[in-house]
């Protein structure tokens, strides 16, 4: 049986193992994806410099199957405004979708012109807004799963970002076969 000594002694060797592997993995991490340990500055600069968006708060809402959909917040630090023209992930195809009327009715459809993000601003993806839509899922998204979401930018570049799914009902939406792309689209 191990003594109280040894016992703590074990204890305080595992916290620390796992602050060295948090701050490891945390260095690790996407630019896209700026964690608790960076500070806001650094990734507001690290961002500008990069000419790249500071992705907050990625959340995918969780489905079995079907269709379902991605939302953040974007912040452009950059004096120049920024285009999202497409998204790619591993779960499914991707576009970018908006809610618009359609014949009196609110309408899910492609966002034709991509996302702008103007310069010194920021734009959310949202519930019953624009959004990021994962058609024809490949496997079920699962509250807790992570999911790399890849932005491209209309000059060619690329950014990808981590999202982890979360149950949610707030606005009701239906991201089911039927709502996706309208004909015109």
């Known amino acids: 049986m191990p003594s109280t000594t040894s016992r703590r002694f074990l204890r305080a060797a595992a916290l620390i193992g796992a602050a060295v592997l948090a701050a ?5 991490g996407s630019s896209g994806t700026p964690s608790a340990a960076t500070s806001a500055s650094a990734s507001a600069s690290a961002s500008a410099a990069a000419g790249v968006l500071t992705v907050r708060d990625p959340w995918v809402k969780a489905a079995d199957k079907g269709m379902t959909a991605a939302f953040a917040t974007l912040a452009n630090d950059g004096d120049t405004d920024v285009t999202i023209t497409g998204v790619t992930t591993d779960v499914s195809r991707a576009e970018i979708h908006e809610m618009a009327m359609t014949d009196g009715k609110m309408a ?20 019953g807004g624009d959004h990021l839509m994962l058609m024809d899922l490949t496997r079920p998204v699962r509250p807790g799963d992570q999911l790399d979401i890849t932005l491209t930018f209309a000059d060619g570049r690329t950014q990808t970002f981590t999202a982890v799914a979360k149950p949610f009902t707030g606005a009701q939406e239906s991201y089911a076969p ?8």
Do not use: D, F, I, W
Request: proline letters at 9%; one cysteine or more; hydrophobic letters at 35%.
């Open 178 to 185: 039927g709502h996706g792309p309208s004909p015109a689209s």
């Open 24 to 28: 490891s993995v945390t260095a690790c």
């Open 108 to 127: 899910m459809r492609q966002k034709q012109g991509g996302v702008v993000v103007a310069a010194r601003s920021q734009a959310a993806l949202e519930p």
